[in-house]
C-alpha cells in the first residue's frame, strides 16, 4: 500500500484548544507547524462543547497559593505539585494573552466584582464566563491559525505514534475523506487528543473523544498516570436520547436553595456528605446519584430530581444569558417552566472529564523524547478530581507552554525519517480490516460493548467483582472480536466505518488500562469509589499508578509517591 | 412513528449523477434528523456519509438541507416524510457532506486582507465597550456555512462575493480595528439585504443589524473613517 509522506518541524495531533494554542505558540516562534485532526472545524474538541467557564484568580483577595491549595485539595493530593502550581500561577495571564490571538474576552463577564459564583472546592469566584461558550474561543483560534499560517489537515484519523530508535518522529493514520494513508513525519509530536468520553454510554463529550491518544502513547511505550481517574458530572439530561448525557451544571449554578430528591421523595445527599451536601465537589454527588439510580431509588425514567424553585434570582439572570445554550436546551426538554427554575427537573450523571493520562513533566515532556502531550490527554494537573472551570484554563496555560517546549526541541534536532516497516505493518493492519465485509463483528457493535462495560463496571462506583469482570469483558473484545471487525461498506471516500474500526482498537486498549489502575487502587479517592474500599487510606494510597506496556504487551504496574 | 428518508447519494468514485435512497425506520416523536440518520447508517447502510461531531447544537458541523430548508440535524425534529440532501452551492465530498474547508479557504482567497492584522499581534485589539454585545454576537457564529449556501448573491457571483460568512468576519475586524478592512468594506455592497441568511441562521444572528448596515455606511461620504 502506498503512503505519503508530509513533512513539518512540530506534529501537533488533536482537534481542539489544547491543539490550537500548541500550534499557535510553535509558530509564533517560526517553525513549520501541521496540525491534523479527526475532526472537521479547526478548533472543536470538548472546547467546543464547554461551557465556556475558565477559572483564574480575579478576586483582589484571592491568590495563586489559595487556587494551588484548592486544586491540590479537590485533587487528593495525587496531583503533579509543580503542575499544578503552574496551572495557578500562570492561570490570570493566560486567560488576558488570548486577546493576542484576536479573541476578545466577554468583558461584561471579567469585572471581578460581578463574579459572584463559587464553584464547588473554590475558596473564591473564579469563573470567567462568556456568553459565546466554548464557541468564542473555538472560532477565535480558528482565525489565528489561518492567519499564522499553520497547515491544518481535518479528518484525519491518526492510528499509530512513529519512533525511531526510542524518539517519537510522526503518526500515520489516513485520511477520512479520500482514505489515502498518510504518514506525518516530524522533528517534534504534541499529543493533544483530548478525552475518552465516547468510552461511556453517557457522557458530555463529542462521540469523537475515544481517547485515541492514551493508546496510541501507550503502544508508543509512553508511561500513564491516574487511569483509574475518570470525571462524571452529577446534572446532565436524561432523555430524549439527542439530548442524552448534556450537562446542565452542578447545584451551585442554582444558588445555595437547590436541592436533590431520589423517586421516593428522599433528600438523599445528607447520607453521602452530611455538611455540604448538593454543594459537595462533583465527584460526590455523581456517585450519589449514580447510586441512587443503581440501587433503584431512581424516578420511574431511571433519574433523579433536582428541586431549582428556591434559586437565587441573580444566578438565574446570570445563567440565561451566560449559558444560553443549555437555557435553549432546558426549553426543548423540560418546557419553559422548568427552564426558568420554577419547576423540578429530571437529571442523571453523565461522564464528563479524565484526570488521568500521559505523563508529562513541567515542561509537558513524555517518558518518550521527542514526544510531547497537553490538555486532556496529559495527566497529573488534576489528580484524582478537577475543580470546574479548570480543564479550559489548564489548555490555556499549558497549550502554550507545550507549544514553547516543542519549538525548542525542534530548534536543536534533526528531522529523523520513520521506519518504513513499522509503518507498512501498520496499514497492512488497516487494509486487513477494512477489506474484510463478511461473517465478523461491526465497530459499532464492539464501540456498544465498550460502552456499556464502563458505564456498568468502571462508572462512579466500582467494586473487584465488578472491574474484573469489565477486564474479562474488554480480554475476551481485544482477543475475538477485534480479530474479526468487518465492514458493511466498501467505500473509500468518507467511509465514516473505517474511522470506527480504527477508533475501537484504540478504545478497548485505554478501556483496559482504566480497568486495570482502578483494581490497583484498593482505596476511594476523588473520582474513583471502590464500594469494597469506601475510604480513603492516605498512608499507604498517597502514590500515583503509573503503567507502562511490558514485555509482550502486558501491563507493567508501578507506584510513585504522590507529589514526588 | 414511522419515518421515510429519501437521502441524496452521490459517490464521485461510482456515480456519474447524483441519486436518492429511501429507507423507513421506526423514530420517537422527539428524535432529531441527526439521530434518524444515525440509525440509518446503524442499521441499514454503513456507506451512508455524514458529518456530525458533537451532536447537541455545538459545533455546526451537520448542517444540511431538509425538506429544502437549510437546517443543523442535531436541531432539528423529524418528521415522517423529510428529503434530506446537502447544503446546496458548496463542493460536495460525498452523499451530505461538503468541503467546508474548500468553502472557508475561498473566502479567505477572495479577501486575502481577512487574513493581515494591523496592529501588533502582542498589543489587545481595542473595541469599544458600547460595541461589547454586538461583537459577542458577530462571535457567536457555529460557521455551518448555512448562510453561504443559501445566499443568492454568492450562487451567482461565487468568485467575487465572500458571502454572509465573510461580512460578519470583516465587521469583526472592523469593530476591533484591525486588518485592512476598510479597502473590503466595499464588497458589502454586493449584498442585496435579501435577508435569506439571517432567517436561515441557526445561531439567529442578524446580519443585517450587527454586521452588513454598519459595513455599508462605511461606504458613505464622510463616514468612512481614516486610520
Redesign the interface.
Known amino acids: 500500500m502506498k503512503f505519503e509522506i508530509l513533512t513539518s518541524d512540530i506534529l501537533i495531533i488533536g482537534g481542539g484548544g489544547a491543539a490550537a494554542m500548541a500550534a499557535l505558540a510553535a509558530r509564533?516562534g517560526g517553525a513549520k507547524v501541521t496540525l491534523i485532526s479527526k475532526?472537521?472545524?479547526f478548533v472543536?474538541g470538548a472546547t467546543?462543547?464547554s461551557a465556556g467557564g475558565t477559572c483564574a484568580v480575579f478576586k483582589p483577595d484571592d491568590s495563586p497559593e489559595i487556587f494551588y491549595n484548592d486544586i491540590m485539595r479537590g485533587g487528593g493530593y495525587l496531583n503533579n505539585p509543580r503542575l499544578t502550581r503552574i496551572l495557578a500561577e500562570k492561570s490570570t495571564k493566560a486567560v488576558?494573552k488570548l486577546?493576542?490571538?484576536?479573541f476578545?474576552l466577554?468583558?461584561?463577564s471579567l469585572d471581578p466584582a460581578l463574579m459572584t459564583k463559587k464553584g464547588e472546592g473554590h475558596s473564591w469566584p473564579r469563573g470567567y464566563l462568556d456568553?459565546?461558550?466554548?464557541?468564542?474561543f473555538c472560532?477565535?483560534l480558528?482565525?489565528a491559525l489561518?492567519?499564522s499560517e499553520v497547515a491544518?489537515h481535518?479528518e484525519i484519523v491518526a492510528c499509530k505514534l512513529l519512533s525511531n530508535h526510542g524518539q517519537a518522529v510522526g503518526a500515520m493514520g489516513f485520511s477520512l475523506?479520500t482514505g489515502e494513508y498518510l504518514v506525518f513525519n516530524a522533528k517534534a509530536v504534541v499529543l493533544a487528543t483530548g478525552g475518552l468520553g465516547a468510552l461511556y454510554k453517557i457522557t458530555t463529550n463529542?462521540?469523537?473523544l475515544t481517547g485515541d491518544g492514551y493508546a496510541m502513547a501507550w503502544d508508543a511505550g509512553a508511561e500513564l498516570l491516574d487511569m483509574e481517574m475518570v470525571q462524571f458530572l452529577p446534572i446532565a439530561f436524561p432523555?430524549?436520547?439527542?439530548?442524552e448525557g448534556?450537562n446542565i451544571g452542578m447545584c451551585s449554578h442554582f444558588g445555595p436553595g437547590a436541592k436533590l430528591y431520589n423517586g421516593l421523595g428522599e433528600r438523599y445527599m445528607e447520607k453521602y456528605d452530611p455538611e455540604r451536601k448538593e454543594f459537595a465537589t462533583r465527584d460526590i454527588v455523581s456517585r450519589a446519584n449514580f447510586t441512587e439510580i443503581k440501587e433503584g431509588r431512581g424516578t420511574k425514567n431511571g433519574a433523579i430530581v433536582v428541586d431549582p424553585r428556591e434559586h437565587d434570582p441573580n444566578f438565574l439572570k446570570r445563567f440565561q444569558s451566560f449559558h444560553?445554550?443549555i437555557y435553549?436546551?432546558f426549553k426543548e426538554v423540560f418546557g419553559e417552566r422548568a427552564a426558568n427554575w420554577l419547576e423540578t427537573f429530571e437529571a442523571i450523571p453523565s461522564q464528563h472529564f479524565f484526570m488521568g493520562g500521559v505523563r508529562i513533566n513541567e515542561h509537558c515532556e513524555t517518558s518518550i523524547p521527542g514526544l510531547f502531550a497537553v490538555g486532556e490527554v496529559a495527566g497529573g494537573v488534576h489528580g484524582a478530581n478537577r475543580l470546574s472551570g479548570c480543564a479550559l484554563t489548564e489548555v490555556f496555560v499549558f497549550g502554550d507552554m507545550v507549544g514553547e517546549s516543542a519549538l525548542l526541541w525542534a530548534e536543536k534536532e534533526k528531522l529523523v525519517p520513520p521506519v518504513v516497516s513499522e509503518v507498512q505493518e501498520a496499514i497492512d493492519q488497516l487494509e486487513g480490516v477494512f477489506s474484510r465485509h463478511q461473517g465478523g463483528v461491526?465497530p459499532?457493535e464492539v464501540k456498544q460493548a465498550i460502552e456499556n462495560i464502563m458505564w456498568d463496571h468502571l462508572g462512579p462506583s466500582r467494586d473487584e467483582e465488578g472491574i474484573k469482570k469489565a477486564l474479562a469483558g474488554l480480554k475476551n473484545i481485544q482477543e475475538s472480536d477485534l480479530p474479526r471487525l468487518a465492514?458493511?461498506?466498501?467505500?473509500?471516500?468518507?467511509?465514516?466505518?473505517r474511522m470506527e474500526a480504527a477508533e475501537v482498537s484504540l478504545m478497548v486498549k485505554t478501556a483496559l488500562l482504566i480497568a486495570h489502575a482502578a483494581l490497583s487502587r484498593t482505596e476511594s479517592r476523588g473520582s474513583h469509589y471502590r464500594t469494597d474500599f469506601p475510604l480513603p487510606d492516605d498512608t499507604q494510597w498517597l502514590r500515583n499508578i503509573v503503567l507502562r506496556k511490558g514485555t509482550s504487551g502486558k501491563v507493567d504496574i508501578s507506584y510513585r509517591q504522590a507529589g514526588a | 412513528m414511522r419515518v421515510k428518508l429519501s437521502i441524496y447519494r452521490f459517490n464521485p468514485d461510482s456515480n456519474e449523477k447524483p441519486g436518492y435512497d429511501t429507507f423507513e425506520i421506526d423514530a420517537e416523536a422527539g428524535e432529531t434528523v441527526l439521530t434518524a440518520l444515525i440509525k440509518v447508517y446503524e442499521t441499514f447502510d454503513s456507506s451512508l456519509s455524514f458529518r456530525f461531531a458533537c451532536g447537541k447544537v455545538k459545533c455546526g458541523e451537520c448542517a444540511m438541507m431538509v425538506n429544502k430548508s437549510p437546517c443543523l440535524a442535531c436541531n432539528k425534529r423529524i418528521e415522517p416524510e423529510m428529503i434530506i440532501e446537502p447544503l446546496p452551492n458548496l463542493p460536495i465530498i460525498k452523499d451530505l457532506v461538503i468541503d467546508r474547508n474548500k468553502a472557508i479557504n475561498t473566502i479567505f482567497e477572495l479577501a486575502p486582507s481577512l487574513l493581515k492584522f494591523t496592529n501588533a499581534l502582542d498589543e489587545a485589539m481595542a473595541l469599544d465597550p458600547q460595541n461589547m454585545d454586538t461583537y459577542v454576537k458577530l462571535t457567536s457564529c457555529f460557521e455551518c456555512l448555512i448562510c453561504q449556501s443559501v445566499c443568492p448573491v454568492l450562487k451567482k457571483k461565487s468568485d467575487q462575493f465572500i458571502g454572509p460568512l465573510g461580512l460578519l468576519w470583516l465587521e469583526q475586524m472592523s469593530l476591533t480595528n484591525t486588518g485592512n478592512w476598510i479597502e473590503m468594506s466595499d464588497v458589502a455592497q454586493m449584498c442585496t439585504s435579501c435577508g435569506k441568511c439571517w432567517k436561515a441562521c441557526p445561531s439567529e444572528i442578524d446580519f443585517l443589524e450587527v454586521a452588513i448596515t454598519d459595513l455599508l455606511n462605511k461606504q458613505l461620504p464622510g463616514k468612512n473613517p481614516k486610520k
Not at chain 1, 456568553?131 to 468564542?136: H, Q, S
Not at chain 1, 432523555?239 to 439530548?243: G, L
Open positions: 509564533r475532526e472537521n472545524t472543536g467546543i462543547m488576558l486577546e493576542d490571538y484576536g476578545i466577554d468583558k461584561k456568553r459565546r461558550e466554548g464557541l468564542g472560532h477565535a480558528s482565525k489561518i492567519r491544518f481535518p475523506v463529542s462521540r469523537s432523555y430524549p436520547k439527542s439530548r448534556l444560553p445554550h435553549s436546551m461491526r459499532l465492514l458493511g461498506s466498501h467505500q473509500t471516500i468518507y467511509n465514516r466505518e
